[in-house]
Every structure is written in C-alpha cells, then in structure tokens.
C-alpha cells in the first residue's frame, strides 16, 4: 500500500516500545479490513491518501544544499525537517536528502563517508590546480587559469563548502600574483629598460654613433619586455575580475541562505518566546503568534481599546485586510486586562479550586440506549449499493444491538460485523418502524417539566423509556406477536425501576 | 431563535448525533487564559423555542473542545486545557462525573473528534505537537502520532475511511495519517501561516478544507495536493472553524475573529453565500447539524450560544 522508507529518528522518538507491538496487531488486525477496502474503493488500488509522486531530483539537491550550511548545522533536526516540508518537500525526498548530507545520526554516516572522500578528493585536485597555475604570470598560464575559475564553478555546484576554499585561495593567488607583478616585476623590467636606456645612452655619449641599431635593438627589446608586462597586466586583470565575479555569485547564495536562516530565527525566536513563560501564563499560543507574525509583516494595528459599539464599527466598516497577511484582531478590554494581570503574576481573582477527576474510576460505562443512526452521507451510498441485502442487514441489525457491547469492547481493530456486499462499512439500519406510535413516542421525548431544570434523573428515566420502548419493537418482530407485550412490559418496567435503584445507589 | 448565555468564554459547541434537540457547549473562564471550565448540556425545547441546559459539568481549568460518542447516547469528551481528556457521561448526575479522566497529553488539549464510521475511538489533538487515538474502554492511548513541530490545533477522521484522519498545526502544514501506518502519509503546506482548523468534505472523502490565520479557507484534493481547488477569502481576521456540511456536498460554514460566522459554495465563483454576524466577540465555535438540515450553532467569547436554522436571523425572536 503506502511505501514508507523506514522512518525518521523523529518520528519514533517519543513512542514507547508498546506501541510498536500495537501498531503490529493492529496490522494484522486490520489486514482484512485493508485489502477488500481498497479493492473495492472506486480510487487506484493504491491509497489515494499517499503521496504518490517520484522524488524530484532538484528538489533534493537544494534540500541537500540547506542542509550542508554550516548555520543550518547546528538546529534541531525537527526545525531542519520543518523547514523543508513548508517548502514542499515530500517525506521521501527530505528522507533522501538528510541521507546525502553528513549528519551525525549513524544511519547516514555509511552512505556519507564515501560521498565525503570522493568530494575531498575533488576538491583537493581543484586546491592543487589553482596555486601551481597561478604562480605562473605568463600569457600562456593565464588561459589555464581562466580556465579553472570556470571548472571550480562547475564543481561549487555540488560542494560549494569546499569550492569556498578553492575560491578563497584562487582569490588569494590571484590578488597575491596581481601585487606581485606590480610592485616587483613592472618596477624591475622599467629599471632595466633604464639602465639600458641608460647605458645605450653612456654607450652613445662613448661610443660614436656608428652603433645605432643596438640602441634600437635595446628600444626594441625594451618595448617588447613593456608590451609583454602590459599583456601580463591585463591577464591578472581579467583574473581579478572573474575572482570578483565568483565572488559575487557567492554572496549572492550567502545572501539567499541568510534570507532562509532569517526565516528559521525568526520562527525558533517565536518558539522560545513562547514557551518561556510557565504554563500558567502560557497560554497565549494563537493571540501570540498573531502578534509575532504582526511584527514580521509589519502591518501595525492598536488593540482595541474596549467593547465599545463605536470600536465594533471600526471594525467592521474598515476594510477587510489584504488576505494572505494576518493582523492582529482586537482583543476585548477584559482580555487585555486578564492577560496583564497572568504576565505579573498575579491570579485572577474568579478562579475557584475544583477537583474534577473522577469519583468512581470503575465507573462503568454506560449500555448504549440507541442504535446509531446512519450518517445522511452514508444514506445515499447504502441505498444504492445495497439492495438486495435487506434481509441480512436486519439479522445484523439484532446482532449489533444485542452484541453492540461485546463488540465495541473487543481490541481496537476487530469488527466481526460486516455487511459484504457494500463497498465501504456502513453502520446497520435503524429496525424496521413496526408499531407507528412507537416511533412517534421516540420523535418526541416526554416534554419535561419548563421552569425547572431537567435533571440527570429525568434524563435517565426518558432515555431508558424511549429504549424501553426500542426494545419492545425488537421483541416484537423477533417474536412477532402482540399478546406477550403487555406481558413483557411490566416485566420490563420493574427491571428498568430497578435499574434505577442500582445506579443512583 | 434561541440563545443561551454561558457564564465563561465560550470555545466549542457540537450538535449531539443521537437527539436531535441535544448540544453541548465548551467554555473557559477568563478566555481559556487562566481558569476553570464547564461543559453545558443543553436542550433545544420545541415548544417554546429556547435553549435549556439539561447538565452542567465543572472542570478545573478551561475546556477548548468536545466530542459526542457515537456509540453511547449519553457519553461526551471533553478537551481541557491542563492537558487531560475526560468522559462524561450525561445521563448520570454532576457528582458521578466525570466517569473517566486520561491524562497523557502534556500540553493543552485543543480538539477532539470521534470517529464516525467506527464509532469505537477518538482522536485528540494537542499543543505538544501530539496527536493521540484512545478508545473509551481503556485507560490509556492506543497511539501517538508526533511529527508536527507546533501545536496541532485540530484533528478530523475522515468520514468514509474509518482510519485516515488529518491534523492541522501551527508548523503551516495539513498532515494526512493513517492509523495502519507509522507515520503520516501525506504533508499538505497549505499556508505561508498557522493552520487553526480543518474537516472533511463528506461527499466527497478527498477534499479537505483548512482555516488559518491568514483569514483564508483553502480547499484541497488530497490527489492533486500541490494546487489549492479554490480558496475562500473573506473573513476579516483569523478563521478559527470550519465545517463541512452533512447534507449538502459544497456548502461549509466557518467562524472566525472577526466576530462572523460565514457560509460559502466552494464550487461557485462568488462563494460567499451568507454571512452572520450576531456575536459580538471573537466567534470561537460553530456546528453543523447532522439529524437536522440547516441547522447551525455557535458560540463565542461572548459568552452566548445561538442555535438557528440557515437563512434565519440568529438573532430573531
């Protein structure tokens, strides 16, 4: 039926182990129950109560992305949980995605080990690309490097926690390479390029000017060695500016994230606010959380200052808010009130002490005095599916009534009594209307006394009257004659008095 | 039509699904902030039209839900905010009461809902991000479903499949359970917000309708989970309830904070098909008859409860 992978840590944590034996008998308890319902279901054989879509790939992956944050890391699983089912997230695929992240509950550890070893060995062949490539400042080694930014783009995509290394280092290299062509290389070929100037120029002062085409070679070479420090130049240039660009992008999923982790704080702060408070004044979940969510949006409105007519009006003249963002209704003037008084500390002054467990633990419970009556949704589908079957829904009818009580105390999970023809289990007819004064007596309980107040008493005694009568109705159709009621009435009458006697005893 | 005026805040009121003329109201002290609670039984006489009160339960601190059983004519839940579950039993007097008190919950106790096709058990919901399944005969729960990471605020069996139910929390998801599973078997994130209420549309078992603090009602096809089928604005604050029709498959009726209960088509354009606005504080609690077409109840932190048929005024004498 549903595929459930095993479930989560959370889930089971707070049952007790008797539970898991429960839920077993009720497994095996309710097996026949479960196939005949769901194959005669009109819905596919699988319960239309189960998700039943594939896992979606993407939704993992980002999952697992939430996960790995460091900040993220360090929450309770259940928020981590929560979080990603507001978002969308099937079981399944929240399941799938705390399997790929490293977490410390063991289960996942095996699984992760190896993920962990490949990612570091990627990300260790990206560190030793990146510094051997980029201490090189030729124009050839400036390609290769422009190349490896991109790849450690490719792999940030899936361990973007160690890409941030390899885009740190990068960075550092390329600003490292940037400053060191400019204070020392740039200073050192000019230098150079002066004292050949220089020498060119003793050499000329010297030497006659029958050597012109060394100074000129010199010229030559110098602008060459000025072109290729340029050409250097640019290309740590470009460096830099792909480092920038990396950058952005990462700030940019660092800021994301923080969006995220706001929406996370800000739910765990509303958590710890409420349940700082003690019980006794803690009891201000729904108005609170109005409140708290009021702040987030912004939307500020003063409580209401009183009950008021002219307060109500505002009300309800205003406006309706937009929908989809909650404010704050205006509380009565006594609420406020109250709600202080608790925050002090204080006690309204109006509570009584009472003791409301119950007298008689044993109490037993009560026989049922009717039988259930059928659902008018139910109705619908009895009468059609169920046409033929008359006659063996009035043997269930005595059954039920008879049994109910055995039945009902049975383990939770048996039910013996099934019409079998009927699509789903629909509670039995009330019995036939054999006696039509009887069931006007049932429509209408004796009226009882106006002005004073019924009490239990008068209940129990009409209640047992209009059973009293039910049960003469069944007596007659079992038996089917007329003489023995008033035979059986009295009988009865002195029973039921006697029932009485005993539960007021 | 007839009112009743409870001396606390009222939180919940739920139609009795044996007696036609029968309802019980939740309601908390100081509203539902620190105090006692009382659960009220009432009785909608047909003679003059007024709403008695048949019984009245008091409990030590406030009570934000309850439950008929299904089973027993006269057994009620009750959801208290210390963090237990009790069992009324109507046909017995105030001092025999309650008959059973089930304290596991941790939290507050915000809803409870029994099941309508098993008829043996019922689920509550709770601010300690639990839900529990429990059956009236025994002492203790049978399940706990914890994956929410907030409170639940509500949980609603579905009415054909007697063991799928769905939860709502204030983590912004719509979970789907199945008691047979581990887990749950499906996340809906149905809002950017907290998700106060949710129920079941009971002709058709796939769509579910989610209130949150958006102030919107989003509908939605559990096969087709990603896309709300409509959603329905027009609550001016918070919605706090929201309940399926039993008679008719588009109709829902909703309370919400902004002191009105509304009635929408979800299949029509314009949904919005009524509008009460007879509370005159936050509308905390509404309810749909099952035995009777069009009937309607709520209550608020008024202290009122109003019991009136579609297409009437609340408010009417």
Known sequence: MATQSPPSPSSTAGNPPTLAAETSQQATGVQQDGPPEAA??????????????????????????????????????????????????????????????????????????????????????????????????????????????????????????????????????????????KKSLIPRLKSWIRKVVLEEEDDSENKSIAKPSLAEEAAAAAKAAAAAASDVAKASQELLNSKNEERRYFSELMNLLDVQLQEMKSMSNSIRKLEGPSNNSGRTSLVNQEDHRDSVTGVKQPYANGKADFDMQSVRSSSPPAPGEPSVAPHPKSYMEIMAMVQRGEKPPNIRDINDLPPN????????????????????????????????????????????????????????????????????????????????AIRRPKPSGPTEQSTSHQLASQASEVADELQRITKISEVGGIEEIKGNGSVQNSSEIQEEQETHA | MPVFKTPFNGYSVKFSPFYESRLAVATAQNFGILGNGRVHVLDLSPAAPALTELVAFDTADGVYDLAWSESHDSLLIAAVADGSVKIYD????????????????????????????????????????????????????????????????????????????????????????????????MIIPAHEFEILACDWNKYDDCLIASASVDKSIKIWDVRNYRVPIAVLNGHGYAVRKVKFSPHKRNLLASCSYDMTVCLWDFMVEDALVGRYDHHTEFAVGVDMSVLVEGLLASTGWDELVYVWQQGMDPRAV
């Open chain 1, 40 to 181: 005669e279901q009109p819905i596919s054989s699988p319960s239309v109560f189960v998700n039943s879509e594939p896992m979606r790939e993407e939704q993992v992956q980002n999952a697992v992305k939430f996960l790995s944050h460091p900040k993220v890391r360090g929450s309770p699983v259940i928020y981590r949980r929560s979080f990603l089912e507001k978002k969308g997230l099937t079981k399944e695929e929240i399941d799938e995605a705390f399997r790929r992240v490293p977490d410390p509950p063991p289960s996942a550890q095996a699984t992760s080990a190896n993920q962990d070893g490949q990612v570091k060995s990627s990300s260790s062949n990206i560190q030793s690309q990146a510094p051997t490539q980029a201490l090189q400042p030729q124009p050839a080694g400036a390609a290769p490097t422009a190349v490896s930014p991109a790849s450690t783009m490719m792999m940030s995509r899936f361990h973007w926690y160690h890409a941030v290394l390899a885009v740190g280092l990068l960075a550092a290299s390329g600003a490292g390479t940037a400053v060191f062509i």
């Open chain 1, 361 to 440: 633990p044993n109490q037993q419970l009560p026989n049922p005095r009717l039988a259930p009556k059928a659902k008018p949704w139910e109705v619908g589908q009895a009468q059609i599916a169920s046409g033929q079957v008359i006659q063996s829904q009035r043997k269930n009818v005595k059954i039920t009534e008879v049994g109910e009580d055995e039945i009902k105390a049975g383990p939770y999970g048996v039910r013996t009594n099934e019409p079998p023809v009927q699509r789903t289990w629909v509670p039995p007819q009330p019995p036939p209307v054999v006696m039509p004064e009887a069931a006007e």
């Open chain 2, 90 to 185: 109507t046909a017995l007097p105030p001092t025999a009461n309650p008959i059973r008190s089930l304290h596991e919950h941790t939290r507050e106790v915000h809803s409870a809902d029994y099941n309508p096709t098993r008829r043996d058990s019922f689920i509550t919901s709770s601010w300690d991000d639990t839900v529990k399944l429990w059956t009236v005969d025994r002492p203790t729960s049978v399940r706990t479903f914890k994956e929410h990471a907030y409170c639940v605020y509500n949980a609603t069996w579905n009415p054909r499949h007697s063991d799928v139910f769905c939860s709502a929390s204030g983590d912004c998801t719509l979970r789907i359970w199945d008691v047979r599973e581990m887990g749950s078997t």
